[in-house]
């Protein structure tokens, strides 16, 4: 069995499982409120398949209109790849759709087969070397080669459809018949390739597959918001930002995390110089822009003084300061240079567990392509088909998934709010344990597959047996970290912190104190 073939049972496995998160974009520390899990299926789209789809949308507005194909494309192109929007304009007013898109109508063509001046270089030309687009201005074949050519290399990709018209300075578009009779090959690529992208970037269902080089997309029908895709490669992304998926985490604590990651935040020495912490809830955040000394640390909504770390209200602009100047002592270097030691130090601790379980999803994701030839050989020393063996699939496929939950847990643990910290750090500490033992307990199950490759070694029902126990941990294992990523979204609300219980028992016991004296 070649590795075309596994990869397409992979393909099959691997594509259709979306899980919805919540739509809103949250604060930094805030997590998402529990919802509902739904499922939608992914289709991977090569570079054919899109271009199959294009060309059928341009095929089928065409016959409803009448234009051409090239002129199809220009109006498609207009209205954002919109069918039904470019149907409807071009009924309800074709004369306004032609001016906007630039598709002129002449009112009598030449006919004459005489010499022609060509309108941008003014050199006489024969009637085979004058080409026009629907304005009519006969222009010479090196002068179209030259202006498309022009435009496409030096413009950027989003104008190209704003430049491309006529060169004789009119509102006439350039459609794709000029651009195939006059660009090079090279330039006939690149505008077909932003015709594709055009195409992809401006669907709701269809996102270009988020990896170095891939030319695939992925359509998600019916599209149901932000959400975690399975898809080709084994790559899990989120439909919403793009990004690998980051479940537990919204989109933007996830951004800021991989931000951090890129910024060299382990080096005190850059935590010093570009950040300073909030007095309030010790979280370290950067620089304002403006290079104003008033700072607003978003977590916790506190505003204070960069230069000297307190209290705005205290010495800002209605205490007689401004925003650039402040007149107050400021903590000694030494002072600082700790707290940032500190913070870099906290985080190359998370990092470090992130780094970790990275490095276990590779070697997951190694095994995975072994299976190849283990599958293979139990098809046919167990007498299963290779669709009956998928659950092997299955399990090593939710390892690398409840390891990917594992990695994100750690920049979880990064952003916990200051104020209930320890006892829910505490908490993940100890759940994260519980996960990671029972996601040994499936990999020490999926290690006793090379036993049953020859089947002499085992009795014939130990196959059996091993099949169910490999379902079950598998279901097990997933039912485990769907409720763990349900806990974490949901801000470990269930969790209390130990500040809220003492406060609760010295509240209660001073009612009941107070109820006693009322008594006597």
Not at 54 to 73: V, W
Not at 233 to 252: G, I, Q, Y
Not at 281 to 305: A, G, T, V
Not at 404 to 423: F, M, N
């Amino acid at each position: 069995m070649d590795h075309s073939e596994v990869n397409k049972r992979l393909d099959k496995l691997a594509i259709g499982s979306v899980q919805s998160n919540d739509v809103d974009v949250i604060e930094e520390d805030d997590q998402t409120e529990d919802t509902p899990v739904q499922r939608s299926y992914a289709t991977i789209l090569t570079e054919e398949d899109i271009q199959v789809r294009m060309e059928s949308d341009i095929q089928r507005l065409s016959d409803r209109t009448s234009l051409s194909i090239a002129e199809a494309t220009l109006l498609l192109s207009h209205y954002s790849w919109d069918f039904k929007e470019s149907k409807n304009k071009w009924r309800d007013d074709a004369k306004s759709v032609r001016e906007c898109v630039g598709l002129l109508e002449l009112d009598s063509p030449s006919d004459d087969k005489e010499a022609f001046v060509c309108g941008v270089c003014i050199k006489s030309q024969p009637p085979e070397n004058i080409a026009s687009v629907s304005c009519g201005h006969r222009i010479c074949t090196y002068c179209w080669t030259s202006h498309i050519n022009k435009i496409i290399n030096e413009k950027p990709a989003a104008q190209w459809f704003i430049w491309l018209k006529c060169p004789a300075s009119c509102s006439a578009s350039i459609g794709r018949d000029m651009i195939e009779s006059f660009a090079s090959d090279e330039e006939k690529s690149k505008y077909y390739q932003y015709l594709l992208r055009s195409y992809v970037d401006h669907r709701e269902t269809m996102k270009w597959y988020p990896a170095g080089g891939s030319c695939c997309a992925i359509d998600l029908t019916p599209y149901s918001g932000n959400s975690d895709v399975s898809c080709l490669h084994l790559l899990r992304f989120c439909w919403n930002c793009r990004e690998e998926a980051h479940s537990p985490l919204d989109c933007k604590t996830a951004a800021k995390w991989l931000a951090i990651n890129a910024s060299g935040n382990q080096n005190p020495n850059w935590v010093f110089e570009n950040t300073v912490p909030c007095p309030q809830c010790k979280r370290r955040i950067e620089e304002n822009q403006n290079c104003s000394l008033k700072m607003k640390c978003l977590p916790c909504n506190y505003d204070f003084c960069w230069h000297c770390h307190g209290d705005w209200t205290e010495h800002g602009e209605g205490t007689g300061g401004d925003l650039y100047t402040c007149k107050s002592d400021a903590a000694s270097s030494d002072q600082l240079w700790n707290m940032a030691e500190s913070a870099a130090a906290r985080y190359r601790e998370y990092y470090g567990n992130w780094d970790s379980y990275e490095s276990l999803i590779n070697i997951a994701k190694a095994k995975l392509q072994k299976l190849d030839t283990d599958i293979q050989t139990l098809s046919n020393t167990q007498l299963e088909n290779v669709s009956q063996l998928k659950f092997i699939l299955e399990a090593e496929l939710q390892i690398i998934e409840c390891t990917r939950v594992l990695k994100w847990t750690s920049a979880y643990g990064y952003y916990l709010r200051e104020d209930d910290k320890l006892e829910k750090l505490n908490f993940l500490t100890q759940t994260q344990v519980d996960a990671m033992i029972l996601l040994d307990k499936l990999e020490d199950c999926l290690k006793t597959l090379p036993l049953f490759v020859n089947p002499k070694r085992l009795p014939e029902n130990n196959f059996k047996d091993f099949r169910n126990t490999l379902t079950d941990l598998t279901s097990i294992t997933r039912k485990h970290y769907e409720e763990l990523v349900k806990d974490l979204e949901n801000g470990l609300a269930h969790v209390v912190s130990a500040a809220s219980i003492r406060s609760q028992i010295a509240y209660n016991g001073e009612a009941s104190g107070s109820g006693s004296n009322h008594d006597d």
